[in-house]
């Protein structure tokens, strides 16, 4: 396959925002990401897209013990599915993928609506998103209906 | 911001195609993803959604030298933008991310549809696509508008 066995990621920038707890998921909460000042010029055209992909680093979660299978948001009522069948944060790789709108850009900050990250986060990636990130017709299983009937946020 | 200054990842699979070249982005190919059998449990139930996004690693891309500017798809036509700003392997994490379709899950292995990833790619998470990750009203700039009506592949 590879001769990469680890990979090593430098954060570009983080999360500043006041939420705290489960404010994050607050879907009509504005944040900010930081751009690091040795990233500034990346950011260039980036406010010519109204949403983005943020990719961060669940820098919350203990990496021990490994954990496959969860409940989706602990709930015992729910089946038991492995982690990549969810998006709960225990993931091998705990990386953060959540779409948020894009507000405004000043200077090295980017504005941002809707995205359940804690204060200090650490920020991998930001991509535009466009018409090539969405499923139309997409299906999703009978218990992701139910929860998310439930109540909002996810898992 | 975090005591982590260096993020370290693991593969958790890696991708298996026989597209060679540009025969990658080719959106109607299918190809593999190879879960490692020690996280073959983690995929439990990843076959009720119909799609899920795919986070690989781009290990085909130098790191050298740091380059924070691009021409979509390398046309000097267009305007010369911060990489954040497009979709290019040249970022400072290459990581890429990719919505597919999932047609089938065998034991441990993921067939995908539209996955424009090279033989070999280090596979870092899949997460299950959902409704949660569509921006029904979504805006881009001119440029990206443009060069999706010249051909299908994105930049």
């Avoid at 040795?38 to 406010?47: L, Q």
């Avoid at 961060?56 to 496959?68: D, E, G, H």
């Amino acid at each position: 396959m590879t001769d990469q066995k680890r990979i090593v990621l430098k954060p570009i920038g983080y999360v500043r925002t006041k939420a705290v707890g489960d404010e994050v998921k607050d879907k009509g909460r504005t944040s900010q990401i930081v751009i690091d000042s040795e990233f500034s010029e990346a950011i260039e055209g980036i406010d010519g897209f109204s949403h983005i992909f943020v990719l961060f680093w669940l820098n919350q979660v203990s990496r021990q013990p490994k954990i496959l299978k969860v409940h989706p948001r602990g709930r015992e009522d729910m089946p038991l599915l492995g982690v990549f069948a969810t998006r709960t944060k225990l993931r091998p790789n705990p990386i953060g993928l959540t779409l948020v709108e894009l507000l405004e850009v000043k200077g090295n900050v980017l504005f941002v609506r809707g995205l359940d990250a804690f204060d200090g986060t650490p920020v991998l990636d930001v991509k535009p998103f466009d018409s090539w990130d969405i499923a139309e017709d997409a299906k999703v299983p009978e218990w992701w209906t139910k929860l998310n009937q439930e109540r909002s946020g996810r898992s």
